[in-house]
């Protein structure tokens, strides 16, 4: 049973920057996915970035503005973002996936918002 982590959300002001952190129970070194989705209020939860295979995928909205990293020696899985939009406001979940098996942390809120 793998257990996630999040913190390091919170209110932010258009513009401003925030870095997400996820602590992971386990060696991040054996997901085969980890990355970071997001869910904004009354909204399907989406893909925000993920790291496959060492390949670094994310959506359109954040490329340039958002950095996904890992730290293999703290199991941590880290998103750096810049340029904070109201857009942005959501519920932000850890995801990882493991021998086929997918898991979530409990969410943190950023609230982008003058």
């Known amino acids: 049973q793998v257990q996630l982590v999040e913190s390091g959300g919170g209110l932010v002001q258009p513009g401003g920057s925030l870095t997400l952190s996820c602590a992971a129970s386990?060696?991040?070194?054996?997901?085969?996915?980890m990355g970071w989705d997001r869910q904004p209020p009354g909204q399907e939860r989406e893909l925000v970035a993920h790291?496959?295979?060492?390949?670094?995928n994310s959506i359109e909205s954040v490329k340039g503005r958002f950095t996904i990293s890992r730290d293999n020696a703290k199991n941590t899985i880290n998103l750096q973002m810049n340029n904070l939009k109201p857009a942005a406001t959501a519920v932000y979940y850890c995801?990882?996936?493991?021998?086929?098996?997918?898991?979530w942390g409990q969410g943190t809120l950023v609230t982008v918002s003058s």
């Open positions: 995801k990882a996936d493991q021998y086929g098996l997918s898991y």
């Open positions: 386990t060696i991040i070194r054996t997901f085969d996915r």
């Open positions: 790291i496959v295979n060492g390949v670094i």
